[in-house]
């Protein structure tokens, strides 16, 4: 069951439901992706898998090469996007790694811009983003609609995850350890220890 996803083609979004296609009208009213185009964006977290709650934001990872793209990455966002109601930016460095977050306000939606020195597909976020898409489809609308419940609640993603497949550990590190798995495993994992959730 392994789904073929363009995630970087927002296209998809204008299939999805109402708050989706809400996404996707507000990023190309605003032209994001398109400002931020040089450095891979893609929106990732609970929007593009359909799980978002009221408290919801947009998650937008991006990729750059070195510092001096760091800097043209900076000096974009302070041309472009300081203009945005709350918008904070911070560089700093994080286990050896340097990353930029951006945060500010469209409209009524919350923005987060997340740089680092990887490739989208190798960041956490997005990793994160496709083995839940994947254990949703698997799982079904139950397994789904317990996602949101959870997440109505206050509880992040991850966590909930697994919160609700009882997985020991660091729930994120142990999620991207799920990647691996082949759809059988993942079917057995839920129906065994997931299902009393």
Known sequence: MNIIHNWMDLQYLLKGNPVQREVYHLLDKYKIMQCLGLFHPMLVGTIPIGIHVENSDLD????????????????LARAHLQQYRGYTLVRRQVDDVWRLKENFWLEQWPVEVFAQKRLVTEQNGYRHMVIED???????????????ALKSEGLKTEPVFAKLLQLDGDPYSELLELEIWDDEQL?????GEGRSI
């Open 187 to 191: 079917r057995a994992l839920w129906e």
């Open 60 to 75: 937008i990872i991006c990729e750059v090469d070195d510092h001096n793209t760091f800097d043209a990455l900076e000096a």
């Open 134 to 148: 994947r254990l949703l489809r698997l799982y079904g609308e139950k397994f789904r609609q317990q996602v949101i």
